[in-house]
């Protein structure tokens, strides 16, 4: 009998323009499960199945294997999940389309040296072999966009405080800056900010940077510096785009008034070595501001999915005892004359289920190991928890326990 809404695995693949056996393929891989199964072993699919049939496909077309879809897909096509994952669709293919351009200037460069000089141009092909081979990158650089999105999502849109991360970062960079005796419009102000991810703290800013002032936005990740590059506009010619390890900034001594590193030291391995470095690149006198987390920060979303299953653990090691406002200052006056905390005060408060879900699974813990097979018994639990806790008090009520160290070389 048919069903009203539903299509035969026939109807489904013809719709899409597939076969029936690839449909049933990816059945089998558990990429794409049937939304119905009837008495006799019949599948029926939904319009909602589309979708992920469309990242499903998207994502192979843009060569990635069967395993790293699986990893980098979820069942669920709600409208706010599918929103998000086709803004990532948007991202990863204009990394795609730079990517070939890149490859398509170098061989073009090749082409002419060769035809010039008569002979192979080995450090052009060195150069090919280096762009064609940038396409593992791409997972990562999606997830991670992925779950830096999902993080300031949630923090920008649902924060108590009303002046928001970002510009509460930037108001202690002039003030630091005032502290160091830079008054504004004296000369250019030379800022370096470590790890910048997608560079969220200068477009929300952006209005308020003065002309007199040089900013360089670093990453260890190629495909953040993209971000921000696309973000910033490269118009803009106060700022400039350099992947390096912080470890070893490539910068001669005294460089830098200002340096920032906005939630990245707790990644550091060798945080004295880092701290180090950026002592020497900054001009005597000059600051460094650095943030990080305290131990109860975001401990009910950490409650939440351990009440879920005990096995949960949203962080691969606890970022916090590496270095947070705890020990940090301990930490920072091995390398700096003065170390000065400022905490900023705030909370969330959710009355619905999605930019939660869309927060837990984008962190870098197991979490997905456990959720993923589960994800409609898990956002059932979410959902009654915070129906809960809007009952009660109107709100599901998350700690938030972050602040800032400047320091002085």
Known sequence: MKLPGYYSSGEFAKMAQVSVRTIRFYDQKNLLKPSYVNESGARFYTDSDFARLQQILLLKYLGFSLDDIREMTIGEADSHFLLHSLKLQKKLVQDRIEQLQLVETAIDNTIEAISKDQETDWSGMLQLIHLTGMEQSLKTQYQNAGNIAA????????????????????????????????KKGAEKLQILEVGCGNGALWTENKNRLPASILVVLSDISEGMLRDARRS??????????????????????????????????????????????????????????CSTYGAKHMKEITDLVQHFDSHIRLSGKILYEHFGLENGAALLQQSFSQVERRDYKDSIELTEAEPLLEYILSCHGNQNQYLLERYSDFRMFVEERIKREVRRRGGFLITKEAGIFICQK
């Open 151 to 182: 993080r300031i999502q949630l923090h920008q849109e649902y924060s108590t405080n009303p002046q928001g991360w970002f510009p509460w970062i930037y108001e202690q960079c002039e003030l630091a800056t005032q502290q160091a005796g830079r």
């Open 232 to 289: 910033i506009g490269a118009e803009d010619l106060r700022f400039s785009f350099q992947c390096f390890d912080c470890c070893r900034i490539p910068w001669s001594d005294h460089s830098f008034d200002l340096v920032l590193a906005n939630h990245v030291l707790f990644y550091c391995e060798d945080i004295f070595a880092v701290c180090q470095e950026i002592c020497r690149v900054l001009k005597p006198g000059g600051r460094f501001l």
